[in-house]
């Protein structure tokens, strides 16, 4: 460990240096890419020069005590134990966070959630994750844009695409991907008795265009007439568009805005968040298991979580922790299952010995 911290307080002497050249305070890419580095490495420096400092106080105190004589030996014991507690701790913060980090880290979020077993229970139930999700979203500053969304005939949701951007937007909302099953009464069901459905999360790290080049030619663009609600001019042009990348066979539709061009801007943005995570997949067996266990089918025995009303419980089945505060997490309170997840994350990979 001592090498490789370094190594890294060397880079960030580096980029220090770097921060103040005309070069890169002229090149936003540069200054941006710098920038996160930076705000990465500085947390790590802090800790190393601070294990550093301890373990020098522990040699200064420890070459006194020999010639050290009554009260003052007591002193530098006590100043020994200090400064031993003050490695220990510094060893464990260093520990964590010297530990992988997740490459979207820095990314903004595409969400997508659609109801799928249930009926209209389903899509209703869309509605109630989405509306979770926007009051998450607010209690932690982030910026929300609806991309596209799809209203069923009950005022649920079929389907809705947004994105989410904010500091630690991805690093928690990450885990927010796979099925979510709810059981309830329905307010359709007249014998009150309590029906399980489920909807779909999918969470995709936005790609940026200096990320992922895509090849006009491999994409088939239709433009079409949008269909449903959407006042005047949305239904009366073809302003819908349709894009198909042909290699992949990816397609993503848009049509919630009034502009053809506007329309298109969208549609790119979750097509390259899709490639994105098919990319990562290829190149990375882990996250390609994430990705194959975020959705499955939809089907309610994939489920990992679930929303238990009639006990104002939510349990989350991948770290087996059950809250009995439902109400709260659906005004947006999922700061406590986030904290479990990274908690357990984090554990894991201390058991993996894995390292930056």
């Known amino acids: 460990m001592r090498d ?58 420890r070459q006194m005590l020999d010639d050290a004589k009554g009260d003052e030996r007591d002193e530098l014991r006590a100043e020994i134990d200090s400064a031993r507690k003050r490695i220990g701790d510094k060893e464990e913060e260093l520990k964590l966070l010297l530990l992988p980090r997740d490459p979207n880290d820095e990314r903004a ?3 997508e959630i659609r109801g799928t077993e249930g009926g209209e229970e389903a899509n209703l139930f869309a509605k109630d994750l989405f ?21 069923s005939d009950r005022g649920g949701l079929d389907e809705v695409t947004f994105k989410l951007s904010g500091d630690g937007a991805w690093s928690r909302m990450k885990f927010e991907g796979g099925v979510h099953r709810v059981q309830r ?23 940026d265009e200096i990320d992922l080049q895509i090849n006009p030619n491999d994409l088939r663009v239709d433009v079409y007439r949008s ?49 994105l995570k098919e990319e990562q997949d290829r190149v990375g ?37 059950t809250l009995h505060k439902l109400d709260k997490v659906l005004l947006g309170d999922l700061d406590d299952l986030h904290d479990a997840l990274i908690s357990e994350e984090r554990a894991r990979q201390l058991s993996e010995g894995g390292t930056d």
Do not use: C
């Open 4 to 61: 490789r911290l370094e190594q890294l307080e060397a880079e960030f002497e580096d980029i220090l240096q770097q921060l103040s050249t005309q070069e890169v305070m002229s090149d936003p890419d540069q200054l941006r890419k710098i920038g996160q580095r930076h705000s990465q490495l500085e947390p790590i420096v802090a800790a190393s020069r601070g294990l550093r400092a301890a373990e020098e106080d522990l040699e200064a105190a």
């Open 109 to 111: 979020v595409i969400f």
């Open 131 to 151: 509306d979770m999700y926007t009051r998450y979203a607010d209690q932690h500053r982030w910026k929300m844009e609806i991309l596209s969304v799809s209203h």
């Open 185 to 207: 009464v329905p307010v359709t069901e007249s014998q009150g008795r309590i029906h399980t459905s489920a909807a779909t999360v999918t969470v995709l790290p936005e790609a």
């Open 227 to 275: 269909s449903g609600p959407g006042g005047q001019s949305v239904n009366t042009t073809d302003s819908a568009v349709r894009i198909t990348h042909l290699p992949t066979g990816i397609v993503v539709a848009m049509q919630d805005e009034k502009s053809q061009i506007q329309n298109r801007a969208r549609a790119l943005v979750v097509l390259r968040a899709r490639l």
């Open 285 to 321: 067996a882990e996250m390609s298991e994430q990705k194959r266990s975020q959705t499955g089918s939809g089907g309610r025995s994939e489920k990992i979580r679930t929303y238990n009303y009639k006990d104002n419980r939510v349990t989350d089945h991948r770290i087996g922790l």
